[in-house]
């Protein structure tokens, strides 16, 4: 991939073609640059997983951590005797595959929500000097959002945290949004309800509730934001300052 500075991309991603024929710049060039110039023997590799496959399952060996280009997943625990438990989602710009490099097993299972476009960084398990700061960065902030997470589900009745969960999407999608305010969410409502904890008629509920009341509108998977403000002040008292 060549960016407005002609800088090749490691792996040999190449850009879309949108973007006016611009491609955009990667967020993980230095990564990847690092990795192939300064870590002797750890390689970058182009992946591309279809609509429902696995790109990892839990117990499975580390192979590897995975940069998000394109696309969504979403982790999934495997309890005995239970349901799969949806853990959190990916999106464009995360990290998957970190809490693998302790303990050299992924601990979750990694399901594509639609075709995604990944870069597989080959670190050892014992490698991580290798890391680029900018990844480090990228790990702590998504590490961040998803602690904060689970706080937020202690403090939020069902509502809030329908909001606060497509507020939390928005902010991670927003530089793929065609337009400001709109986005196509990638996972279904059965994966949001049961990420969130509560029922999926429950999910439905309030997105017909706050496109009565004017804040949003909704058609399948598509969502557009009317009022954000009006949004974020249903969460007050129990959003993160980081957030607000």
Same mark, same amino acid.
């Given at each position: 991939? &060549?960016?407005?500075? /002609?800088?090749a991309c ?11 024929? &611009?491609?955009?710049?990667?967020? !993980? +060039? ?7 110039? /300064?870590?002797?023997?750890?390689? #970058?590799? +182009?992946?591309? #997983? ?5 790109? !990892?399952?839990?117990?499975?060996? !580390? *192979? ?8 969504? !997943?979403?982790?999934?625990? =495997?309890? &005995?005797?239970?349901?799969?438990? #949806? ?8 990290? +998957? ?10 601990? @979750?299972?990694?399901?594509? +929500?639609e ?16 890391? *680029? ?17 689970? =706080?937020?589900?202690?403090?939020q009745?069902? /509502?809030?945290r329908?909001?606060? @969960? ?7 999608? *927003? ?14 409502? &059965? ?16 997105l *017909? ?15 557009? @934001? ?14 993160? =300052?980081?957030?607000?």
């Amino acid at each position: 991939m &060549k960016n407005n500075s /002609e800088q090749a991309c490691p792996a040999g991603l190449r850009p879309s073609g949108g973007n006016g024929g &611009k491609a955009p710049p990667c967020p !993980f +060039l230095a990564v990847c640059e690092h990795g192939t110039r /300064e870590a002797g023997g750890v390689s #970058v590799d +182009l992946c591309q #997983v279809q609509r429902g496959q696995p790109l !990892f399952e839990a117990g499975d060996e !580390f *192979h590897g951590v995975y940069l998000l280009h394109s696309g969504a !997943f979403k982790n999934l625990a =495997v309890l &005995k005797g239970q349901e799969e438990q #949806v853990v959190d989602f990916r999106l464009p710009g995360d990290v +998957l595959g970190m809490a693998a490099m302790g303990s050299g097993r992924y601990p @979750f299972t990694a399901q594509a +929500l639609e075709a995604s476009t990944l870069c597989r960084v080959n670190v050892p398990v014992a490698g991580q000097q290798c890391l *680029h700061p900018d990844l480090i960065v990228t790990m702590s902030r998504q590490l961040q959002r998803i602690q904060w997470a689970s =706080v937020m589900l202690r403090a939020q009745n069902a /509502e809030q945290r329908v909001i606060h @969960f497509l507020l939390d999407v928005a902010r991670s999608m *927003h530089a793929d949004s065609r337009q400001p305010g709109e986005m196509r969410l990638p996972m279904s409502r &059965k994966d949001i309800a049961n990420y969130l904890g509560v029922a999926v008629e429950t999910v439905s509920r309030a997105l *017909h509730r706050l496109q009565d009341e004017g804040l949003l509108t909704t058609s399948g998977r598509k969502l557009k @934001f009317h009022d954000r403000r009006g949004l974020a002040q249903r969460l007050a008292g129990t959003e993160p =300052v980081v957030y607000s």
